[in-house]
Each structure stands twice: as C-alpha cells, then as structure tokens.
C-alpha cells in the first residue's frame, strides 16, 4: 500500500507564492506519475500538473508560467512551486501518484488566495 502526505498549503495574497510538497512512502514501484489535481468548491477536480519518474511535465493551461512541478525521486517526494497566485487558484489540492492501474490520492491540503 502506498500512502501520501501532502504538506505547505495556506493562506496567501494574490501575487504570493506557496510551495506544497508530497511525501509517497510504502511499496513504490518506477516509473510512475505523480502530480498534483485540484478541487473548488462546487467544480470537479482537475489535472494541475504532473511529473513522470524521467522527469516529463504537464500543465493546465491556466498555470503554466507560474506553477513549476518537480520530484526527488530518491526520497519519492513531489513538490508544486507556485508563484504569482491568483483567488481561482483557491482550492483543495490533492497528491497524486499513478503507476499502471493503480491510482492513490493524498488527503489534500487546503490553499487559499484572497486578499
């Protein structure tokens, strides 16, 4: 069984930056895809971005140029830099990681943007 852990959400001013980082522990088999999947209140969870154990990434459109995904794969670790933050950033988000058919999800963190 794989357990995450999510860490680093907040509350934040637009124009700030937050840094939420996911710690995978249990038995993990490579390559993988771990990201990051948001969800506000009232909309469906939604793909932010996403890193593949090589290093490949993937952004909705709509972060693209101020959210920045990486990994420690050593430490099974994933890390979602985000910078200029706007109010529609405001949602839970949640840690992913996928490997063949198995999919497992963090607990979620919550990450507020208002002023």
């Known amino acids: 069984q794989v357990q995450l852990v999510e860490s680093g959400g907040g509350f934040v001013q637009p124009g700030g930056s937050l840094r939420l980082s996911c710690a995978a522990s249990?038995?993990?088999?490579?390559?993988?895809?771990m990201g990051w999947y948001r969800q506000a209140p009232g909309k469906e969870r939604e793909l932010v971005a996403s890193?593949?154990?090589?290093?490949?990434?993937n952004y909705v459109q709509s972060v693209k140029g101020r959210f920045t995904i990486s990994r420690d794969n050593a430490k099974n670790t994933v890390y979602l830099q985000m910078n200029s933050l706007k109010p529609e950033d405001t949602a839970v988000y949640y840690c992913?990681?996928?490997?063949?058919?198995?999919?497992?999800w963090g607990q979620g963190t919550q990450v507020t943007v208002s002023s």
């Open positions: 890193i593949t154990s090589s290093g490949i990434t």
């Open positions: 249990g038995i993990i088999f490579s390559p993988n895809t």
């Open positions: 992913n990681l996928r490997r063949l058919v198995s999919t497992y």
